[in-house]
């Protein structure tokens, strides 16, 4: 399998690269970075799962979906499965506490995952590998996907994907309120969240529930 930051895949024809974010700096860093490309051609930003299906076409052979998984909305999982059904490959773009949830996300349909703080030498990479029909993760992505498969309890509780998001975001610190802006829901959602996590763990608070699901290889 090829890596990020290994040599880069050649892709014949252009790529278009549908961005989709809600962050105007975001999204025009990542279209900047796809223009510089002879072979990449950025298109939006869009900001809704809507707007990334309706951009998806079939004049180009390869489409790449440059996503922030808070433009999934509340199932990500599901998100992903249609993107992947439409013909998109979808290509994750989130914080590296992502990385918890990523398993789920990738048997879902995500073709990849580029952390926020990658080079632009890595996500053009990145987005190449995906476009050749390739699986983009950095070598450090994948020692703490399998850590963390292998980490796991049997009996451990099913916690959905955007509750193990959320609880991997509190475990950097982060407010309900910054979690809430980082994935595009209030903060009333995130705490929402957060309770259903800590019941499902047996804890109850976020301190708690962070500390149990860590234990328990969840996050």
Same mark, same amino acid.
């Given at each position: 399998?090829?890596?990020?930051?290994?040599?880069?895949?050649?892709?014949?024809?252009?790529?278009?690269?549908?961005?989709?974010?809600?962050?105007?700096?975001?999204?025009? /860093?990542? @279209? %900047?970075?796809? +223009?510089?490309?002879?072979? &990449?051609?950025?298109?939006?930003?869009? =900001?809704?799962?809507?707007? #990334?299906?309706?951009?998806?076409?079939?004049?180009?052979?390869?489409?790449?979906?440059?996503?922030?998984?808070?433009?999934?909305?509340?199932?990500?999982?599901?998100?992903?499965?249609?993107?992947?059904?439409?013909?998109?490959?979808?290509?994750?773009?989130?914080?590296?506490?992502?990385?918890?949830?990523?398993?789920?996300?990738?048997?879902?349909?995500?073709?990849?995952?580029?952390?926020?703080?990658?080079?632009?030498?890595?996500?053009?990479? /990145?987005? @190449? %590998?995906?476009? +050749?029909?390739?699986?983009? &993760?950095?070598?450090?992505?994948?020692? =703490?996907?399998?850590?963390? #498969?292998?980490?796991?309890?049997?009996?451990?509780?099913?916690?959905?994907?955007?509750?193990?998001?959320?609880?991997?975001?509190?475990?950097?610190?982060?407010?309900?309120?910054?979690?809430?802006?980082?994935?595009?829901?209030?903060?009333?959602?995130?705490?929402?969240?957060?309770?259903?996590?800590?019941?499902?763990?047996?804890?109850?608070?976020?301190?708690?529930?962070?500390?149990?699901?860590?234990?328990?290889?969840?996050?």
């Amino acid at each position: 399998m090829q890596r990020v930051g290994q040599t880069e895949v050649g892709v014949q024809g252009r790529t278009d690269v549908i961005i989709g974010s809600r962050e105007p700096i975001t999204a025009m /860093a990542l @279209r %900047l970075t796809c +223009a510089a490309e002879p072979d &990449l051609e950025p298109v939006g930003p869009v =900001e809704s799962l809507e707007g #990334l299906m309706t951009h998806r076409s079939s004049a180009t052979a390869d489409q790449v979906a440059l996503v922030d998984p808070g433009v999934l909305g509340a199932e990500p999982d599901i998100a992903l499965q249609l993107l992947k059904g439409s013909g998109l490959r979808p290509l994750l773009f989130a914080e590296r506490a992502t990385v918890g949830v990523l398993p789920e996300l990738l048997r879902a349909g995500a073709c990849g995952f580029v952390a926020r703080d990658a080079s632009p030498q890595e996500l053009v990479g /990145a987005v @190449r %590998l995906v476009a +050749a029909g390739r699986l983009a &993760l950095s070598d450090a992505v994948q020692r =703490e996907v399998t850590t963390q #498969l292998l980490s796991r309890h049997d009996d451990a509780p099913v916690l959905t994907v955007r509750e193990r998001e959320v609880l991997a975001l509190v475990s950097e610190g982060r407010s309900s309120a910054n979690i809430g802006e980082r994935l595009h829901v209030s903060e009333r959602t995130v705490k929402t969240h957060i309770a259903r996590a800590s019941q499902k763990l047996g804890t109850t608070n976020r301190t708690a529930a962070v500390v149990r699901a860590l234990k328990q290889g969840l996050l």
